[in-house]
Nanobody, 124 residues
Framework: QVLLVESGGGLVQAGGSLRLSCAASGRTAINIGMGWFRQAPGKEREFVAAITWRGESTNYADSVKGRFTISRDNAKNMVYLQMNDLKPEDTAVYFC?????????????????WGQGTQVTVSS
């Protein structure tokens, strides 16, 4: 079992930045791929970014490329999502996800563990 807890969400103006954090605990063994997904009101959950266990590979949704950066610190069991140049369309609940996989997957079905989510609101 892997427990994930997100933090760092909030209200920010367009063009601003936020850094989301995800603390993992439990059976955080090797080959745990991590990802960030988001869900806006009335919309389906969508992929944002993913990173492999050692951080050698990352994957981003086209909508966030060049603005968001995913990183991890395995010594601290933490994953981060640095979000710059935020736009109103980035408003959503952001979820941290973990899965026993060796690639930076963009498919939610590959992640077996999910956090409760943190709200990000970007005002125009």
């Amino acid at each position: 079992q892997v427990l994930l807890v997100e933090s760092g969400g909030g209200l920010v103006q367009a063009g601003g930045s936020l850094r989301l954090s995800c603390a993992a605990s439990g059976r955080t063994a090797i080959n745990i791929g991590m990802g960030w997904f988001r869900q806006a009101p009335g919309k389906e959950r969508e992929f944002v970014a993913a990173i492999t266990w050692r951080g050698e590979s990352t994957n981003y949704a086209d909508s966030v490329k060049g603005r968001f950066t995913i990183s991890r610190d395995n010594a601290k069991n933490m994953v981060y999502l640095q979000m710059n140049d935020l736009k109103p369309e980035d408003t959503a609940v952001y979820f941290c996800a973990a899965g026993r996989l060796v690639r930076a997957s963009n498919s939610a079905s590959n992640y077996g563990y999910w956090g409760q989510g943190t709200q990000v609101t970007v005002s125009s």
